[in-house]
């Protein structure tokens, strides 16, 4: 939304009027010089004061209107006669649309309940939103008043608290480390679009495949253990084969069970041959344990593949010639 403000030359009182349908009108009641220019509010309604544009038609970045209007404006002659034919062309103020996806997998999220937030260098608060739809109709968008550099963090239900590209924070803003963030320069001009991956809160996320064509395997029982050979949780994998898990921190063995087309597996690699673990035919404890700890120094979420075998296949790799 557009303020439309004729501002005296000299000194005295000026005139506003506002945008309707991309046309105005301002009615001055006393003759003089004025400058003309339009200043523009945010997707949140704050003027934005970044934003000027002053006749006949120049951006000004000045925070103060009336000194960008002083330093690049003409001067308009307003008398007693109508003046139309005044074109204003304004640069749209810096807007992103989000696109929202897992970084394991790069699936799209539903945004619901998702609070973006866009800070300046200097940690403050510029712009946040509040997304709580999901589907096509869902509003992804926000607009800055000022084009800058930015930080962008991300708070999330299930997702957690993630600061651009992929710093995870124990808590809020101020708790993320910075060192590891990258600020988003957005400028005046057509609405960008950012993709921000978000990793899952806390578990363990991966992806069961076929070898060799190493196609994603559906419907894949995937186990979780804690390190006491206790079962956590069971779970399918989704059409293209992935699985996500939420987990406390802790040490994890991961197995699967499948029907006859394959040998199961116990991670990393060991093949269970005599049926699954989940059955007891294998112990669970002969596979690699997986540390999930969401502050520490590994992954988040810990991110794995399952390469699986038909049942039968034999292959080898050492080789040598006679």
Same mark, same amino acid.
């Not at 009336?66 to 005044?86: K, L, R, Y």
């Not at 590891?180 to 609405?191: F, K, M, S, T, V």
């Given at each position: 939304?557009?303020?439309?403000?004729?501002?005296?030359?000299?000194?005295?009182?000026?005139?506003? +009027?506002?945008?309707?349908?991309?046309?105005? *009108? /301002?009615?001055?009641?006393?003759? @003089?010089? &004025? %400058? #003309? =220019?339009?200043?523009?509010?945010?997707?949140?309604?704050?003027?934005?004061?970044?934003?000027?544009?002053?006749?006949?038609?120049?951006?000004?970045?000045?925070?103060?209107?009336?000194?960008?209007?002083?330093?690049?404006?003409?001067?308009?002659?307003?008398?007693?006669?109508?003046?139309?034919?005044?074109?204003?062309?304004?640069?749209?103020?810096?807007?992103?649309?989000?696109?929202?996806?897992?970084?394991?997998?790069?699936?799209?999220?539903?945004?619901?309940?998702?609070?973006?937030?866009?800070?300046?260098?200097?940690?403050?608060?510029?712009?946040?939103?509040?997304?709580? +739809?999901?589907?096509?109709?869902?509003?992804? *968008? /926000?607009?800055?008043?000022?084009? @800058?550099? &930015? %930080? #962008? =963090?991300?708070?999330?239900?299930?997702?957690?608290?993630?600061?651009?590209?992929?710093?995870?924070?124990?808590?809020?803003?101020?708790?993320?480390?910075?060192?590891?963030?990258?600020?988003?320069?957005?400028?005046?001009?057509?609405?960008?679009?950012?993709?921000?991956?978000?990793?899952?809160?806390?578990?363990?996320?991966?992806?069961?495949f076929a070898f060799p064509e190493s196609l994603g395997i559906p419907g894949v029982e995937v186990?979780?253990?804690?390190?006491?050979?206790?079962?956590?949780?069971?779970?399918?994998?989704?059409?293209?084969?992935?699985?996500?898990?939420?987990?406390?921190?802790?040490?994890?063995?991961?197995?699967?069970?499948?029907?006859?087309?394959?040998?199961?597996?116990? %991670?990393?690699?060991?093949?269970?041959?005599?049926?699954?673990?989940?059955?007891?035919?294998?112990?669970?404890?002969?596979?690699?344990?997986?540390?999930?700890?969401?502050?520490?120094?590994?992954?988040?979420?810990?991110?794995?593949?399952?390469?699986?075998?038909?049942?039968?296949?034999?292959?080898?790799?050492?080789?040598?010639?006679r």
């Amino acid at each position: 939304m557009a303020r439309v403000v004729l501002h005296p030359v000299e000194m005295g009182s000026g005139f506003t +009027g506002n945008v309707v349908n991309n046309t105005f *009108s /301002l009615f001055p009641n006393k003759p @003089g010089e &004025y %400058y #003309l =220019y339009a200043v523009f509010q945010s997707a949140f309604g704050r003027e934005a004061k970044g934003l000027t544009i002053v006749y006949p038609g120049v951006d000004c970045v000045l925070e103060n209107p009336v000194e960008c209007a002083e330093a690049v404006g003409e001067p308009i002659t307003v008398g007693t006669e109508d003046i139309s034919n005044i074109h204003l062309t304004y640069t749209n103020v810096p807007e992103v649309s989000f696109e929202i996806r897992d970084a394991a997998h790069g699936q799209l999220v539903e945004p619901y309940n998702t609070e973006v937030y866009f800070y300046d260098r200097f940690f403050n608060l510029i712009e946040q939103a509040s997304i709580q +739809g999901v589907g096509a109709g869902t509003n992804r *968008s /926000l607009s800055v008043d000022l084009a @800058g550099p &930015y %930080y #962008l =963090y991300v708070e999330h239900e299930e997702y957690g608290h993630v600061l651009y590209p992929d710093v995870l924070c124990a808590g809020d803003f101020f708790s993320c480390d910075f060192s590891h963030a990258e600020l988003i320069n957005l400028e005046y001009g057509p609405r960008i679009t950012q993709n921000i991956d978000l990793s899952f809160i806390n578990g363990i996320s991966g992806r069961v495949f076929a070898f060799p064509e190493s196609l994603g395997i559906p419907g894949v029982e995937v186990d979780i253990w804690n390190q006491d050979g206790v079962l956590m949780e069971s779970l399918l994998t989704s059409d293209d084969g992935s699985f996500r898990t939420d987990l406390d921190d802790g040490s994890y063995f991961v197995s699967t069970n499948i029907g006859s087309v394959f040998t199961n597996e116990i %991670y990393d690699d060991i093949p269970c041959e005599a049926g699954s673990a989940i059955n007891g035919d294998c112990p669970i404890n002969s596979g690699t344990l997986i540390d999930v700890d969401r502050f520490g120094s590994g992954t988040v979420p810990e991110v794995i593949n399952i390469e699986m075998y038909p049942i039968g296949l034999i292959f080898g790799d050492n080789f040598e010639s006679r």
